[in-house]
């Protein structure tokens, strides 16, 4: 089973965490594969995606 919560982060946040600008995040989500949750018109990511990420890439 996948770690983390589902507790929902913004592009700051996950860009705090992995050391990169919001901009990047922004840009590079995608390309990283971690799908976003829209909420209105923002961008919010499921914390055990970003885990998730990290583990496939990193291990």
Known sequence: MQGGSYRLLTAGEVAEWLKVSEVT???KYRAWGIRPQKVGR???F???DVIAY???KHG
């Open 25 to 27: 995040v922004k840009n």
């Open 42 to 44: 923002l961008l919010r």
């Open 46 to 48: 499921r914390e055990r």
């Open 54 to 56: 990290l583990e496939s």
